[in-house]
């Protein structure tokens, strides 16, 4: 049985909201990423002793911001 929304006749067929919410899945990971990127120089640049968890906070969120932003290319 084919599903009506997989096979139409219509060459026109409109996907409806799926690249609008895959655009703001990608804008959001892009915020992600900035504020990653933004969080390692603040981080960076703070007077101290760190640990090991000041040093992985910006590049973690980095690569979940990246991974936001693959999602929503994949969504695309």
Known sequence: ??????AH???HYDPGW??????L???AG???VLVGGAMSIGVRDLVGRRKWA???IG????TIGLAVVA?????W
């Open 1 to 6: 049985m084919i599903l009506a929304g997989v």
């Open 9 to 11: 006749n219509n060459p």
């Open 18 to 23: 799926l690249p609008f919410f895959a655009a």
């Open 25 to 27: 899945v990608m804008l």
């Open 30 to 32: 892009f915020v992600i």
């Open 54 to 56: 000041g040093y992985a």
């Open 59 to 62: 590049p973690v969120t980095i």
């Open 71 to 75: 999602l929503g290319v994949w969504l």
